[in-house]
């Protein structure tokens, strides 16, 4: 349906301007109800919008800054692949401090999302062991060699628990203000072992050397799996230790 779908949220709906950083979706600032919001126009299924905008709505609940969906008119928290959700205001992290404050907003998330389900259709580092496919991940395309690379990266991780990880803590995904840390774009999250949401600017995760290159390799590991082939993921891949 595309931006009509916007409609279902009144008739005052409106976009305003688009924002950046988006790439499998369109993503526009929009004005519902008389206030700002972000709207975020993809193609995901609704099984896999409906994973996300309830795993947002139960982190809200429990204390974590989020962008909260808005219910369309009916009570949708989407609609023919649009979801809204508020403004999240704030800076990205600058200091060693703050992304100490990071590691500790994504350490909580971590804890409140023990034993949550597999967002649908998605495959963790580990399943990858064996899987070959998962929503934006096809081994089958990446070179054998490069498969193998990751692969033992990610072995290095089994047997570990998995949790909910945010997927792309990067500083355009961070609002901090002085009182929270507030993690924005979870076009990426899913359940996975939280390491992988850990490898942050400075070790502010706080890694003895080992742990940090276990983390940092399968890190490195997905981020080629996930993104490819553009010029981006083979820069990842070139980090992941050859065999």
Do not use: F, Q
């Given at each position: 349906m595309g931006w009509e779908a916007l409609a279902q949220w009144g008739d005052d709906a409106v976009r305003v301007e688009p924002l950046t950083g988006g790439v499998a979706n369109d993503v526009w600032c929009v004005r519902v109800g008389g206030q700002l919001a972000v709207g975020r126009l993809g193609r995901?299924?609704?099984?896999?919008?409906?994973?996300?905008?309830?795993?947002?709505?139960?982190?809200?609940r429990e204390g974590l800054t989020v962008p909260v969906p808005i219910p369309a008119r009916d009570g949708r928290l989407f609609a023919d692949g649009l979801v809204v959700m508020t403004y999240v205001e704030g800076g990205p992290p600058e200091t060693p401090a703050d992304w100490r404050r990071v590691a500790d907003t994504l350490r909580e998330l971590h804890r409140l999302t023990r034993d949550y389900p597999q967002r649908p259709g998605w495959r963790s580092s580990t399943d990858l062991l064996h899987a070959e496919t998962?929503?934006?991940?096809?081994?089958?395309?990446?070179?054998?060699?490069?498969?193998?690379?990751?692969?033992?990266?990610?072995?290095?991780?089994?047997?570990?628990?998995?949790?909910?990880?945010?997927?792309?803590?990067?500083?355009?995904?961070?609002?901090?203000?002085?009182?929270?840390?507030?993690?924005?774009?979870?076009?990426?999250?899913?359940?996975?072992?939280?390491?992988?949401d850990l490898v942050l600017p400075g070790n502010a995760a706080g890694f003895d050397v080992d742990a940090y290159d276990i983390a940092a390799q399968a890190s490195a590991a997905w981020e080629a799996a996930v993104c490819w082939d553009d010029d981006y993921s083979r820069k990842r891949l070139a980090e992941v230790r050859p065999l």
């Open positions: 995901r299924s609704d099984a896999d919008l409906a994973w996300e905008t309830d795993l947002l709505a139960y982190l809200d998962g929503t934006k991940v096809d081994l089958t395309e990446m070179p054998a060699e490069g498969v193998a690379r990751c692969r033992a990266a990610w072995a290095r991780l089994a047997g570990r628990e998995t949790r909910v990880v945010h997927g792309d803590p990067n500083p355009r995904n961070i609002r901090l203000t002085a009182e929270r840390v507030a993690l924005i774009d979870w076009d990426e999250s899913h359940v996975d072992v939280p390491d992988l």
